[in-house]
C-alpha cells in the first residue's frame, strides 16, 4: 500500500530538482504530486523521462492567474497542456484544486473526467478539498480516487465508505518524539496510524530529507500502544 508520496510545490528552487526526484524514486517513493500553477510539471517531465512506468503523477487543474476557472470546457485544455509538460500520454491521477465548487458545478466536472478516463488520458481523479460533502460529490463517480486535503476526521466516513485514499500535504500535526524515529518520522508514523488510506506529501529539498521519508515507511506507523502512549 501506497503510504507516502512527494509534494513538489517549491521544488523548482532548489538545486539540481530532477536529480532529487530521481533519488527519491531511487529511494522506494514512486507517486509525485504537483500542479499546472507549480511551475514543477517540466521537471518531473525531465526527470522521468523514460521511466514514467515507474512513477504515479499526480497533477492539479482548477486555479488560472486570472482565478479559478469551473468551467468544463476549460478540464480538456488544462490537461492537454499539463500532458505537454509532463511528457506523458497520460495523467495518473487528475485532481480539481478548487476546494470551495459549488456541488452543482463539480458534478459537471466530474462527468467530464470520466470522459478523460474512458479516453485513456487519466487513470483516476480526485478534489482537493477539506469539505467532506464537496468530498462525496466527487467520489460518487466510479473513477474517483483520492481526496486532497490536511488531515481531519471529518473526511474519515467519506474515504472509507467510498475507498480513497487521502492525499495529506504538510503539515502531520505536531512532531512525535519516540525512540528509533525523528521527530518527522514519528508524525508520519501517527498519521498512518489514524488513518491507513493516508499517503503523506511532504515536501523535500535534499537527499537528506528523501532518506528521512524513506526511513518513516520503513518504520511504519505507530502501534495501538505507542499511539496511546502519544495521546498520553
Not at 50 to 78: E, F, L
Not at 81 to 93: H, P, W
Not at 150 to 156: F, I, M, N, R, T
Not at 161 to 177: I, K, N
Request: one cysteine or more.
Amino acid at each position: 500500500m501506497v503510504r507516502l508520496g512527494v509534494g513538489t510545490r517549491g521544488l523548482a528552487a532548489v538545486d539540481d530538482p530532477q536529480r532529487l526526484l530521481r533519488q527519491a524514486l531511487d529511494a522506494g517513493i514512486t507517486l509525485f504530486d504537483t500542479a499546472d500553477i507549480y511551475e514543477t510539471e517540466e521537471l518531473l517531465g525531465h526527470a522521468f523521462a523514460g521511466m514514467r512506468d515507474q512513477v504515479v503523477i499526480a497533477t492539479k487543474w482548477g486555479h488560472t492567474a486570472d482565478g479559478p476557472d469551473g468551467r468544463v470546457s476549460y478540464v480538456r485544455k488544462a490537461l492537454t497542456a499539463s500532458l505537454r509538460r509532463l511528457r506523458t500520454s497520460y495523467v495518473d491521477i487528475y485532481q480539481l484544486h478548487v476546494a470551495d465548487m459549488s456541488t452543482y458545478a463539480a458534478t459537471a466536472l466530474r462527468e467530464e473526467c470520466e470522459n478523460l478516463v474512458a479516453e485513456g488520458l487519466i487513470r483516476a481523479y480526485g478534489w482537493c478539498t477539506p469539505d467532506p460533502a464537496r468530498a462525496a460529490v466527487f467520489a460518487a463517480g466510479p473513477n474517483c480516487a483520492t481526496i486532497q486535503a490536511p488531515y481531519d476526521d471529518a473526511l474519515l466516513p467519506v474515504v472509507d465508505e467510498y475507498d480513497l485514499s487521502l492525499l495529506c500535504p504538510e503539515p502531520f500535526g505536531p512532531p512525535v518524539r519516540l525512540g528509533g524515529r525523528t521527530p518527522l518520522q514519528g508524525a508520519l508514523a501517527r498519521l498512518w496510524a489514524h488513518c491507513p488510506r493516508a499517503v503523506a506529501l511532504p515536501r523535500v529539498r535534499t537527499v537528506a530529507d528523501v532518506m528521512e521519508l524513506a526511513g518513516a515507511v520503513t518504520h511504519g506507523p505507530l502501534t495501538m500502544r505507542e499511539l496511546a502512549a502519544v495521546r498520553g
